[in-house]
């Protein structure tokens, strides 16, 4: 990770660390990890009470195997047992350019900004819970990871990670397969980007399809939700460098309606492909996406 001096580092607000004792990570399917937390999950191992059988998949272990139950069905199953484990959670964070982006509502404070509190944030709940956790950062630098881990001491290790975390260049996609290798199935993936790049939208949906729980929280500025621009205005893609001249008032109107139609058809592709996802504005209260995700009406199966 790149190594600028950090903006924000307390990357919590006190007033926020103190409402993040109402919220709970959860998953919508049983977490898939073996130890213990405060997780129901079907997980395999001797001695547990026995759930069900399945069949037999590539990567499961021998020793799961009902030998008794393949001498008389000439099929491979194996047996599962439930019990509480922790789940996984990898927080994957967009560094491209594009997210170094603030706006006057609220100066200072980036879409970067924002996505290292809400990692952090997801991060003290996962260390709370007994659950394990990780950081991966994507940008113009490559794709920058630490192992998920739990503990305090792992904690901090990923927070001063963020807090020297900065944005530049594009969406790496060339560069994700060390991604793969990381994320497990059945692990929980929290993706905190602008989602403007459709690569970043394309790997959620990718990650969703190979069994891994995304959810997606989409970073917008103020600016972009409400256009507030008025006379001559130059409006520049940090990313390519293109620039448009234009007339604020007179293409507002024409800018709303695209993006509003763009968000919701964005939120269509995400449902139709099982990923939770919400979005956050800059002038909004920091832990509302999380609420949404994670506050005391949701759960597993929500």
């Known amino acids: 990770m790149s190594t600028s001096t950090p903006t924000h580092p307390d990357l919590i607000p006190a007033d ?3 409402r993040l004792g109402t919220l709970r990570l959860a998953m919508r399917q049983p977490a898939a990890v073996q130890g213990y937390g405060v997780h129901h999950s079907r997980s395999r191992g001797a001695g547990l009470e026995f759930a069900q059988y399945r069949a037999y998949e590539p990567g499961d272990s021998l020793r799961q195997v009902d030998w008794k139950l393949y001498a008389r069905s000439d099929r491979f199953f194996v047996r599962e047992a439930e019990r509480d ?3 996984t959670a990898w927080l994957l964070l967009d560094a491209s350019a594009s997210m170094a982006q603030c706006d006057a509502a609220r100066p200072g404070w980036s879409r970067l900004d924002a996505a290292k509190a809400l990692a952090a944030c997801t991060i003290e709940l996962a260390l709370r819970q007994g659950d394990r956790f990780g950081v991966i950062a ?12 739990g503990g305090a001491r792992h904690r901090d290790r990923c927070v001063l990670e963020l807090q020297r975390l900065s944005a530049s260049g594009a969406w790496p ?31 959620a949906e ?9 959810v997606v929280v989409q970073l917008l500025t103020a600016e972009e939700r409400d256009f507030p621009f008025r006379g001559g205005h130059r409006f520049r893609d940090p990313e390519t460098g293109d620039e448009v001249l234009g007339d604020g008032a007179a293409v507002r109107d024409g800018f709303i309606e695209r993006f509003t139609a763009a968000r919701a058809a964005l939120a269509r592709r995400f449902a ?11 002038d909004q209260p920091l832990d509302a996406p999380l609420r949404a995700l994670f506050g005391a009406h949701r759960g597993a199966g929500a």
């Open 16 to 18: 926020v660390r103190a």
């Open 85 to 87: 484990s922790p789940l």
């Open 206 to 214: 990718r990650l969703a399809a190979a069994r891994r729980e995304v």
């Open 272 to 282: 139709a492909s099982g990923i939770r996802h919400v979005e956050h504005v800059l």
């Open 138 to 149: 994507a940008g113009g630098s490559g794709l920058h990871a630490l192992p998920a881990g």
């Open 173 to 203: 996609a060339q560069r994700l397969r060390p991604l793969w290798e990381g994320i497990h199935a059945g692990t929980l993936v929290i993706m905190l980007s602008d989602c403007f790049d459709d690569a970043v939208v394309a790997l």
